[in-house]
């Protein structure tokens, strides 16, 4: 029913219906959020990756074929752009490196610590230092952490988001929590 | 040793302190914010064609191609004038030999004509 639903939403924005975009909009919102909040850890630009998320699907759904899921269509996209946030993002600090090694006293950035806002009271300051640490993962590894951890998917949906096998995101996974055990141990190590 | 236990303890702690993790929700009137967002776009699609058409990169592409054009196009021209001359001058010597051996031609039958034989017997 659920599919038949997303389906007849899909066909109805493909004719340009707008309150099917809007239904869509209400209905995808929280998770496109949640997952570019996860991977750039920074509200405002998780806002903006969701925007632009929902700008791409209102241009592009004609290009949905509906070979697979719309929400793994979508999780696609939100990581894609998520990603590509990231990369302008570290040309950016390069860049200013760059610009104070020639003389340019520019205020500096200084990035916050992220706070997720879906972690309980009590977990907070411990999440705070993981989430750091999940920062410096390789990419995929951050990627299936993320999404099985945070966004809650099951190994199967992180497998075709990520379109490899299960026991890729399986290996993925395994490295992905070897790393940060190790990350998190130095750091309570130097902090104590 | 306790330390070390310790310090385990604790990653531990915080590698599962995202276990329960709620979803976070976007700020309200996202769907307000992102339609005005939409309609910026559509706004902005002539602006962002001028931006692209004036970057200086894209700019000197278009001149350099046009150039290219304009340059193929004199060579093209001056390849159809040569070839129009060529013809012009086959047409003109082709002719002149029509007139050169038409008069050979005429003078061999004045030679071998039977009357003029004739008038030389007499």
Not at chain 1, 87 to 111: M, N, Q, S, W
Request: hydrophobic share 40%; charged share 25%; net charge neutral.
């Amino acid at each position: 029913m659920l599919v038949l639903d997303e389906r007849i939403l899909i066909e109805q924005l493909k004719k340009g219906d707008e309150s099917a975009f809007r239904t869509i909009v209400e209905k995808w919102q929280d998770m496109t959020y949640n997952t570019a909040l996860g991977i750039v850890q920074n509200a405002e630009d998780a806002e903006d990756i969701a925007q632009e998320v929902f700008v791409q699907v209102y241009q592009s759904i004609n290009t949905f074929k509906g070979e697979s899921k719309f929400s793994t269509w979508l999780y696609r996209i939100t990581i894609a752009k998520a990603l590509d946030h990231e990369r302008r993002k570290k040309r950016k600090k390069r860049f200013a490196v760059i610009k104070k090694l020639f003389g340019d006293t520019g205020e500096e950035v200084v990035v916050p610590d992220f706070e997720h806002p879906g972690v309980t009271f009590d977990k907070k300051e411990s999440a705070a230092i993981l989430f750091k640490a999940i920062s410096q993962l390789p990419e995929n590894q951050r990627i299936a952490f993320t999404l099985h951890k945070v966004d809650g998917l099951s190994y199967q949906e992180v497998s075709e988001v990520m379109e490899v096998t299960i026991s890729s995101v399986e290996s993925l996974m395994h490295r992905a929590k070897n790393n940060l055990k190790k990350s998190l141990e130095n750091y309570y190590k130097y902090y104590q | 040793m306790t330390q070390n236990s310790n310090i385990a303890k604790k990653a531990e702690e915080a590698l599962n302190s995202l276990d329960g993790i709620q979803r976070a929700a976007p700020a309200p009137y996202f769907y307000t914010r992102l339609t005005a967002r939409l309609e910026r776009n559509n706004k902005n699609i002539w602006e962002n064609f001028g931006a692209f058409i004036s970057r200086p990169t894209v700019a000197f592409a278009t001149v350099c191609f046009i150039l290219i054009l304009n340059t193929m196009a004199l060579f093209k021209k001056d390849a159809a004038v040569k070839f129009a001359i060529t013809d012009q001058n086959e047409q003109i010597l082709n002719s002149a030999y029509d007139v050169a051996s038409n008069t050979a031609n005429n003078t061999i039958l004045t030679i071998w004509n039977p009357e003029n034989e004739q008038s030389i017997e007499k």
